[in-house]
């Protein structure tokens, strides 16, 4: 178990439900080991991109901080490749 930094650019022109929803269920995709504490989370909001992405000129982003199983990270980012609405993701092992 090691802890990470987790971040995830949504589509900036989903209202704002959808986008909540959206953001609960990628929350819920990170592979948490057992017994730890819930991902500490900060949503940035709307923020301008450095390039355009799908057409896309502003994205929402969402910062989460945690401990996340090694092994499944890999599952967890390729089943973000799935969601139209996720524009980019990062996953970075912090140092101690």
Request: glycine share 4%; no cysteine.
């Given at each position: 178990?090691?802890?990470?930094e987790?971040i995830v650019?949504?589509r900036s022109?989903m209202d704002d439900?959808?986008?909540d929803?959206?953001?609960?269920?990628?929350i819920?995709?990170?592979p948490?080991?057992?017994g730890?504490?819930?991902p500490k989370?900060?949503?940035?909001?709307?923020r301008?991109?450095a390039?355009?992405?799908?057409?896309?000129?502003?994205?929402?982003?969402?910062?989460a901080?945690?401990?996340?199983?090694?092994?499944?990270?890999?599952?967890?980012?390729?089943?973000l490749?799935?969601?139209d609405?996720?524009?980019r993701?990062?996953v970075v092992?912090?140092?101690?």
């Amino acid at each position: 178990m090691r802890d990470y930094e987790f971040i995830v650019v949504f589509r900036s022109d989903m209202d704002d439900q959808a986008r909540d929803e959206l953001v609960d269920r990628v929350i819920g995709m990170i592979p948490l080991p057992e017994g730890s504490e819930e991902p500490k989370i900060d949503r940035w909001g709307r923020r301008q991109l450095a390039y355009p992405i799908n057409k896309q000129t502003e994205g929402y982003y969402v910062y989460a901080e945690t401990a996340m199983v090694p092994e499944e990270i890999a599952e967890m980012e390729r089943n973000l490749t799935y969601i139209d609405e996720v524009l980019r993701h990062l996953v970075v092992r912090k140092d101690a």
